[in-house]
């Protein structure tokens, strides 16, 4: 971060206590308080960290109010029309966009790691054939740290690029894996000859009595959907894997925990509450008893998909990806579908209401993917994972970033304290 000479003046009583400032690339300036306590012996104070930055980093930048998202400074609209998944794994885990033989040589090295263990195998079969994917894919992600012991040391930068590797090629088999198990198939075996995408498409959908082709643009789709979940900034579950990683554990039981933390519907696990709510609803004459009922502050009742924490503004990943369920839909024919129409009807009449125009509620990510990954054949309860292998390249990138940074440390947040002050404990017959 750059030093300024700028600091903030803070007055508790008649003390002064100067904070330094240091300004960012990109974003607003950071009082710095990490000697807060020990000079004024406060906390801050600032639950679900809207205002506060958790560490630096050089990998994604997001303007929530302009409705921009960069990635090591390339727009995301750019990389979602120019670039692919993989290559954007590249330039997020090294911070450049690789050369030819670069791009070649790490698109060798994670499809040649996209098998996983053979014994691992039995970890699905421990689980109920209902159990919801992303528990199995908590369980065998964290179970990884059983199986790959020469690539947990994370003091060793050689294993943890080994552990990045074998994250990235291997969360979409366990994905794979996780649906098929889910729906009494037998599991598919990657393929080297197919792209990342497509070998995907292909474990989910293929079966052994007859061949599965996978079509292109569904492939391209798919490939897509991955780039636009890929990172974001300081997120629920990215700060999650960072916390952990923190405390020193190994990557597999680091994004384990982020895997966890996404399954949220507030988080990740809203593009699966989002369709479901778009089919409850059912139809666009109902539209307005549920905008209603967002409104209400008395119903819990919230527009999944909509509304974010940092973006006031479009995502720009929705609005990409409402392009992708336009191209989808039509080369599946299925434009005519109704949970779509629902969806373009009930983003216009949200976005025409004052409520949702004052408390600058758009559409987030989570908007249009669940519609494109439906029409592609995904069950609902395989949303998130999709999310999850998407995301798990911007977890990797970030731990990787912490435990390079020299000034990591342990995180260990404080409290208000609010509960009951020092008192003598009562023996039960004088309760
Ligand atoms: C993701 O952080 C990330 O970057 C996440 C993500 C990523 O890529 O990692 O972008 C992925 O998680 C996207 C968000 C997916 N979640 C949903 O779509 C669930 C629905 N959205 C809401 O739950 C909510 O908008 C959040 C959780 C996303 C953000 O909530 P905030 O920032 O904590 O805002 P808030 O809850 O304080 O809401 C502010 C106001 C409130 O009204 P008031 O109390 O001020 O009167 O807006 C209202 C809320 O009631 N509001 C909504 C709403 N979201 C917020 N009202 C109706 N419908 C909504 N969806």
Aim: aromatic fraction near 10%; glycine fraction near 6%; proline fraction near 6%.
């Amino acid at each position: 971060m750059a030093d300024t000479q700028k600091t903030a003046q803070l007055t508790i009583g008649d003390q002064s206590y100067d904070l330094p400032i240091h300004s960012p690339t990109e974003g607003p300036d950071v009082i710095d308080i990490r000697k807060l306590y020990g000079q004024a012996g406060v906390f801050t104070y600032d639950p679900g960290f809207t205002s506060t930055a958790a560490c630096d980093s050089t990998i994604t930048y997001i303007d929530g109010d302009a409705g921009v998202l960069l990635h090591r400074g390339y727009p995301i609209d750019q990389l979602a029309g120019k670039s692919h998944y993989l290559e954007v794994c590249f330039l997020l885990l090294y911070g450049y966009l690789p050369t030819a033989a670069e791009l070649e040589t790490f698109e060798n090295t994670i499809t040649r790691h996209t098998m996983i263990h053979e014994q691992m195998h039995n970890f699905f079969r421990g689980f109920r054939r209902d159990a919801h994917p992303m528990a199995t894919m908590v369980g065998v992600v964290g179970a990884m740290s059983a199986f790959y012991h020469d690539s947990t040391d994370i003091s060793d930068e050689r294993q943890r690029e080994i552990a990045s590797h074998r994250l990235i090629a291997k969360m979409p088999t366990i994905a794979a894996m996780a649906y098929k198990y889910s729906i009494g198939q037998p599991f598919v075996y990657p393929r080297n000859d197919l792209d990342y995408a497509a070998n995907f498409l292909h474990m989910c959908f293929a079966v052994p009595a007859e061949e599965y082709v996978v079509d292109p643009i569904l492939a391209r789709a798919m490939d897509r959907i991955f780039t636009l979940h890929a990172d974001h900034e300081q997120n629920a579950s990215t700060s999650t894997v960072r916390l952990a990683s923190s405390s020193g554990a190994n990557p597999f039981a680091c994004i384990a925990a982020g895997i966890a933390c996404l399954w949220g519907p507030a988080h990740g696990g809203a593009n699966q509450a989002c369709l479901e709510m778009l089919k409850e609803i059912g139809s666009v004459d109902r539209i307005p008893e549920y905008i209603a009922r967002a409104k209400d502050k008395n119903d819990p009742f919230r527009l999944m998909g909509f509304g974010h924490r940092v973006y006031k503004n479009f995502d720009p990943r929705a609005t990409v990806m409402k392009q992708s369920a336009d191209e989808v839909l039509d080369l599946l024919g299925v434009e005519n579908n109704p949970v779509l129409a629902v969806a373009k009807e009930l983003e216009r009449a949200a976005l025409e209401d004052p409520y949702f125009a004052e408390k600058k509620l758009f559409p987030n990510v989570d908007f249009y993917s669940g519609i494109i990954l439906e029409a592609m054949g995904f069950p609902t309860s395989m949303f998130t994972p999709i999310f999850a292998l998407s995301r798990t390249v911007g977890w990797i990138s970030q731990w990787k970033e912490q435990l390079a940074d020299p000034q990591m440390k342990i995180g260990r947040p404080r409290q208000l304290y609010m509960g009951e002050t020092a008192r003598d404990y009562v023996d039960i017959e004088n309760r």
